[in-house]
């Protein structure tokens, strides 16, 4: 077997004392959602709440927090869903694993779209303008997206198939790591995803200027969806999973059903709106 070009030697985890530790990865992914809050806080601060009316009045930032925590039983869900049906022939045989919490894990797939579900149903109740703060949410979904798996390379979590690539990566260290078989060199999946989610926010900056999709409809996070799912499925090829429809794996499946609804979200959004946009162009002719 090649020699990965890529060690990784050292121990993940942090040990605080005898009785006591943490994984750095763990300790990183914490770091990341807090940048992210505070990413769309700062983004939420510059949103302005309405279109014509009370156009000095920005969003809540208050009302961030309560949204955030929506969406985290969505996402719970979504995720715990995904990971079911990756290994859907496990919970066949043994239903009651379904909703023990201490087997199996989370996937992302279903997770980013129940989640934003969920927390869009919490900003309806606040009554807070929906679009809006689904705007808001692209950019920093996006980056927790990214820098969340590249933080997996602390703890060699998305480890891809065997590679004897010269940018293969293989943990020597004493562990335990997030994949199995880590000394194995392989590809590092979780850094091109990270890559290619970093790709995505390069196109969905500029995308955020295109008045349609800056507008209350959310259309921005439908974009931001829409090449998150890009990403998954073309990273995807890199996996480990094995091939459940055709080529694709089960969670490269569940992100082509994401891409759709991104794409379907999206075009909802970019749908011309003769009137809205009419009146939208006299209160920009007024103000100038």
């Known amino acids: 077997m090649p020699l990965a070009v890529i060690t990784i030697t050292f121990d993940p985890v942090l040990r605080l004392s005898d009785t006591s530790s943490v994984r750095y990865e763990t300790v990183a992914l914490a770091i990341v959602l807090l940048l992210g809050l505070l990413v769309a806080a700062w983004i939420a601060r510059r949103t302005r709440a309405g279109e014509l009316e009370d156009q000095g009045a920005h969003l809540r930032t208050d009302d961030l927090v309560f949204i955030s925590v929506g969406a985290v039983p969505g996402a719970v869900i979504g995720g715990r869903l995904g990971y079911v049906l990756d290994h859907l022939a496990y919970y066949q045989a043994n239903p009651g694993a379904i909703l023990d919490p201490a087997q199996g894990g989370l996937t992302l797939s279903l997770?980013?779209?129940?989640?934003?579900?969920?927390?869009?149903?919490?900003?309806?109740?606040?009554?807070?303008?929906?679009?809006?703060?689904?705007?808001?949410?692209?950019?920093?979904?996006?980056?927790?997206?990214?820098?969340?798996?590249?933080?997996?390379?602390?703890?060699?979590?998305?480890?891809g198939a065997l590679s004897d690539g010269p940018w293969a990566t293989a943990y020597t260290g004493p562990g335990p790591w997030g994949s199995l078989a880590a000394d194995l060199p392989a590809h590092p999946s979780q850094v091109y995803e990270g890559v290619a989610v970093a790709l995505a926010i390069a196109v969905l900056l500029p995308l955020g200027r295109i008045r349609p999709l800056r507008?209350?409809?959310?259309?921005?996070?439908?974009?931001?969806?829409?090449?998150?799912?890009?990403?998954?499925?073309?990273?995807?090829?890199?996996?480990?999973?094995?091939?459940?429809?055709?080529?694709?794996?089960?969670?490269?499946?569940?992100?082509?059903?994401?891409?759709?609804?991104?794409?379907?979200?999206?075009?909802?959004?970019?749908?011309?709106?003769?009137?809205?946009?009419?009146?939208?162009l006299d209160a920009e002719v007024q103000a100038a």
């Open 111 to 159: 997770a980013v779209p129940l989640g934003m579900l969920t927390g869009a149903l919490i900003a309806r109740l606040l009554g807070a303008p929906v679009g809006r703060w689904l705007n808001v949410a692209a950019l920093p979904v996006l980056f927790v997206l990214g820098a969340g798996k590249l933080v997996g390379v602390l703890g060699a979590t998305g480890q």
């Open 215 to 280: 507008g209350g409809d959310g259309g921005l996070l439908f974009a931001a969806l829409t090449l998150w799912a890009v990403a998954r499925l073309v990273v995807g090829l890199t996996w480990r999973d094995d091939p459940v429809v055709g080529p694709l794996g089960a969670e490269q499946a569940l992100a082509l059903i994401v891409l759709l609804i991104g794409v379907v979200g999206l075009a909802r959004s970019v749908r011309a709106r003769p009137s809205e946009t009419a009146a939208n």
